[in-house]
């Protein structure tokens, strides 16, 4: 199963969200990471078939998804970036509703609904209203429905957001098991999601791919790049307006800071082993969280 | 879990329907029963029920017609006494010496007996008049059309059977109250998946185009056809209840709104022709609401939208009835959403209009407009929803 984009390209009236993207996709977790506005978003709803790219295409095998139409919906699971929900509706009953939508078997999807609630952490709340739900149990819910028809695909637009760090953890393991057969697509803009799971990650900035690699690769990618140096509050402000900063560490009077930069910035500076963290300092000057 | 149900689920189970509904069951029920309690009601047309055939046997008598000709339609009961049946007199005789709310009841049902032959005889020679005139005009599409229907039409009749009241239930009220609520549940179909953010999720499932378009037709379908079985039953349950049911079917020429009418129907004919109109036109406005509702991102923007279409229809064709030739500037009325659900001016009324030598009944323009309106609507739903794009 080999899922592509070519030339891809979306634009809003002048504005271009999408730059001629090409990507391929097999087995295995892709992390999408780039800074609000790179342009994710967009991708993701265009790859899911929800929105039409003003030129470029997405094919799935070698036939576009068009083409495919409910076939490709059929193996596709998809969780957007705020999950639409009925307020007047039980847990149980909304993933129902979406099970008949995806064409579950009503028994198969009942055993499947327990199942993916018990997974989540809602079997307690199955029977209670969505508009009494949190954003978090909301997230876990859309989660849940993504998964109902077991997708070959499963395309997950900011799927951590709202959820505590426990949560993250489970979810993320959630989609390691996952990832086995099928090809899992997640977007964030928090490089822990990514950085213990996905086996590929595409950086995107300003609607383009600029990398996409292994998490290794693109460490490897800025090794001599990264710097550690201690410097006082004034320096640090000056810093900031010269080069992307990471981490800031305060100790005592100074603070420990890590700078991406080509050359050496400062005469106390020393090189050290990058992070993936560093890596998206490095490319995204900063804006990455 | 079957989608068309969980749809019609979703339609009812919201609770500003359910309230505005009730309200306006209840409003339209203290408007008819507050009917109730009038002289007309009470009295005139009950207490000369049982000598119905006797009145209109007068009206046809020779005898009393040229008596009430020579005295140019203007006779009192005391006058026609000696030459009418004297089972009148005596029926309204029944009622000596009782007052209903300061009437004199046997001197009302008097002048209503008076009237009602004189009207009767009236009607007669109208039409005689119409067949007449027409027989001497030139040989045109419509006046062929006129005459054929003023010479076939039915007996007339004395006006007592109470279809005048049933005919009205569907000219306007009823038709826009029921139009009320059928906006009001089907406006939100599509904007409610939009303001709830559901319509990206909806449309990467497997179902969620086709199969999602045709379950919400056919439960917004099945709303619009309950809704209509609930108000025509409740209008009729309430007209029964303060009028009783129409005791004799009758043409729809012996009507007061139609006597001049070139139509040749009858009562319960049209009355039931109205029944299916109603559902028709219904399912007609949930197809355009559904349309409506598929192109905005808000329930309050589809619900006024959607009430424009229909109030437009309803208000351009109360304001142009009572005519039975279709024009330039009526056809907009005649072939509206309303005039379907009402079909008191297109249908009640024999509206035609004129294509070359033939005169062509306009319902039947209304008929094939609205089927156009309706396949139009279904198709732009579909293209709406299905291609709506997703950037919030």
């Given at each position: 199963m080999q899922l592509r984009t070519q030339n891809l390209t979306k634009n809003f009236g002048n504005r271009c969200a999408v730059d001629h993207v090409n990507l391929n996709f097999e087995r295995g977790v892709y992390g999408l990471l780039g800074?609000?506005?790179?342009?994710?978003?967009?991708?993701?709803?265009?790859?899911?078939?929800?929105?039409?790219?003003?030129?470029?295409?997405?094919?799935?095998?070698?036939?576009?998804i068009g083409e495919l139409g409910a076939k490709y919906r059929d193996i596709l699971g998809y969780m957007p970036q705020e999950v639409g929900y009925y307020r007047d509706f039980t847990a149980k009953r909304f993933?129902?509703?979406?099970?008949?939508?995806?064409?579950?078997?009503?028994?198969?999807?009942?055993?499947?609904?327990?199942?993916?609630?018990?997974?989540?952490?809602?079997?307690?709340?199955?029977?209670?209203?969505?508009?009494?739900?949190s954003g978090g149990m909301i997230r876990r819910i859309g989660i849940a429905q993504a998964l109902l028809n077991d997708p070959r695909i499963l395309i997950l637009d900011e799927p951590t957001a709202g959820l505590d760090p426990n949560e993250r953890i489970h979810f993320r393991n959630i989609l390691s098991e996952l990832s086995e057969e099928r090809i899992v697509i997640l977007s964030t803009h928090i490089v822990s999601d990514v950085q213990s799971i996905a086996g590929q990650v595409i950086l995107l900035k300003e609607g383009k791919v600029v990398n996409c690699d292994t998490t290794e690769n693109l460490r490897h990618m800025v090794e001599g790049k990264v710097w550690l140096a201690t410097v006082t509050h004034?320096?640090?402000?000056?810093?900031?307006?010269?080069?992307?900063?990471?981490?800031?560490?305060?100790?005592?009077?100074?603070?420990?800071?890590?700078?991406?930069?080509?050359?050496?910035?400062?005469?106390?500076?020393?090189?050290?082993?990058?992070?993936?963290?560093?890596?998206?300092?490095?490319?995204?000057g900063g804006q990455a969280e | 879990m079957n989608l068309t149900i969980a749809e019609f689920k979703k339609i009812v189970s919201k609770k500003y329907v359910w309230v505005l509904t009730l309200l306006l069951v209840l409003f339209y029920a203290y408007l008819i029963l507050n009917i109730g309690d009038n002289f007309s009601v009470v009295y005139s047309k009950r207490a000369l029920q049982p000598v119905f055939q006797e009145i209109m046997d007068a009206a046809y008598d020779p005898q009393v017609q040229e008596y009430v000709i020579k005295n140019e339609f203007n006779v009192t009961f005391d006058e026609l006494k000696p030459v009418i049946s004297p089972k009148i007199a005596q029926t309204i005789e029944q009622y000596q010496g009782k007052i209903y709310k300061g009437y004199d009841v046997p001197k009302e049902l008097k002048d209503e007996a008076a009237l009602r032959i004189e009207s009767l005889v009236e009607r007669n020679v109208t039409i005689n008049g119409m067949i007449k005139e027409l027989e001497s005009k030139p040989d045109t599409p419509l006046n062929r059309y006129l005459l054929q229907q003023y010479t076939h039409m039915p007996k007339m009749e004395p006006n007592l059977t109470r279809w005048d009241d049933w005919i009205d239930i569907n000219h306007s009220m009823l038709p826009l109250l029921i139009a009320f609520v059928v906006i009001l549940g089907v406006a939100s179909v599509y904007t409610g998946e939009y303001t709830s953010k559901m319509h990206g999720i909806l449309l990467t499932t497997k179902n969620g185009r086709s199969k999602l378009f045709w379950s919400k037709l056919l439960a917004s379908c099945l709303f619009a056809a309950i809704v209509v079985i609930i108000f025509q039953s409740l209008a009729a349950l309430l007209y029964m209840h303060v009028y009783g049911l129409p005791f004799k079917n009758t043409p729809m020429n012996s009507l007061t709104s139609f006597y001049k009418m070139p139509n040749t129907m009858w009562a319960l004919e049209f009355y039931l022709r109205q029944l299916a109109g109603s559902l028709l036109g219904a399912i007609v406005l949930t197809a355009v609401t559904l349309c409506i509702s598929s192109l905005c991102r808000s329930n309050l923007v589809s619900f006024f939208i959607s009430g424009i279409y229909f109030g437009l229809g309803a208000l351009y064709s109360l304001s142009l009835e009572g005519q039975y030739i279709t024009s330039k500037v009526t056809i907009f009325a005649d072939v509206s959403t309303f005039s379907l659900m009402s079909l008191t001016d297109v249908l009640g009324n024999a509206k035609v209009f004129i294509i070359g030598s033939h005169a062509i009944p306009t319902i039947r323009l209304t008929l094939i407009t609205q089927a156009v309106i309706f396949a139009a609507a279904l198709l732009l739903t579909y293209v709406f929803y299905n291609r709506k794009e997703i950037t919030a």
């Open positions: 800074p609000n506005g790179a342009g994710k978003t967009t991708l993701m709803r265009m790859m899911v078939g929800i929105l039409p790219p003003s030129s470029g295409k997405v094919t799935l095998d070698g036939v576009t993933l129902q509703y979406l099970s008949a939508l995806k064409g579950l078997d009503p028994k198969y999807a009942n055993r499947r609904i327990d199942e993916l609630l018990d997974l989540v952490g809602l079997a307690d709340g199955k029977n209670k209203k969505l508009g009494q739900f004034g320096e640090l402000n000056e810093l900031k307006k010269r080069f992307p900063i990471g981490n800031v560490l305060q100790k005592d009077d100074h603070f420990e800071i890590r700078i991406a930069s080509d050359s050496k910035p400062l005469q106390n500076a020393t090189a050290v082993e990058p992070s993936l963290e560093d890596v998206f300092i490095y490319v995204f | -």
